[in-house]
């Protein structure tokens, strides 16, 4: 904030979506979002449907094998959409 009560356009829309309590859920989005880029196209050909809620990415597959496979590498996956996020915005992953 500038010291005549001037904002910037989006210092302004952060500060409205941070009292709304909008910018949670746009990053929660964002890291969705991410989700094709961090485990390739393949896993996310096989991805149905992806939720965060309580920081757990929820993620339902249509494969089962795939689904173990994927169970092992859960906290690097955590950890690379979190890096892809900028922010540690989930904590766990489960996969259905």
Do not use: C
Not at 46 to 75: C, F, G, Q, W
């Amino acid at each position: 904030m500038k010291a005549n009560h001037e904002y910037s356009l989006g210092d302004a829309i952060k500060e409205v979506m941070r009292r709304l309590r909008m910018d949670q859920k746009l990053e929660e989005v964002n890291l969705m979002a991410s989700w094709e880029p961090v485990v390739g196209s393949m896993i996310a050909r096989h991805t149905d449907k992806l939720a965060v809620k309580n920081k757990i990415l929820y993620v339902n597959l249509d494969s089962a094998p795939l689904r173990s496979e994927l169970m092992m590498a859960r906290s690097k996956i955590v950890k690379a959409l979190n890096k892809e996020a900028g922010k540690n915005i989930i904590t766990d992953i489960v996969f259905r």
